[in-house]
Nanobody
Framework: VQLQASGGGLVQAGESLRLSCAASGSIFSMYDMGWYRQAPGKKRELVAT???????NYADSVKGRFTISRDNAKNTVSLQMNSLKPEDTAVYYC???????????WGQGTLVTVSS
């Protein structure tokens, strides 16, 4: 699976951004998808995941502000980020995981910077 993330940028606190991740090379619908982020000097952390059956899970820090969705027809997963905060500043990575085959893939990351 090849993953291409896009949509990052510089915004002010309180504004919104939408990240997208396009997948190719395998059967997208067989993968659980997720967004992770890594801030400078910090470990990579989970932001949100969505299963093959579209069950979503969120980190407490983004609940109520971020929404993950997937479109299996277009092989894409998106992350709508509202009410952004400076602490959301990080490189955001798209992830594809298939437990049955122990397959796990990462995209190249897209930078989100939120100014106060």
């Amino acid at each position: 699976v090849q993953l291409q993330a896009s949509g990052g940028g510089l915004v002010q606190a309180g504004e919104s951004l939408r990240l997208s991740c396009a997948a190719s090379g395998s059967i997208f619908s067989m993968y659980d998808m997720g967004w992770y982020r890594q801030a400078p000097g910090k470990k990579r952390e989970l932001v949100a995941t969505i299963t093959r059956s579209a069950m979503a899970n969120y980190a407490d820090s983004v609940k109520g502000r971020f929404t993950i969705s997937r479109d299996n027809a277009k092989n894409t997963v998106s992350l709508q980020m509202n009410s952004l905060k400076p602490e959301d500043t990080a490189v955001y990575y798209c992830n594809a995981n298939r437990w049955s085959t122990a397959s796990n893939y990462w995209g190249q990351g897209t930078l989100v910077t939120v100014s106060s």
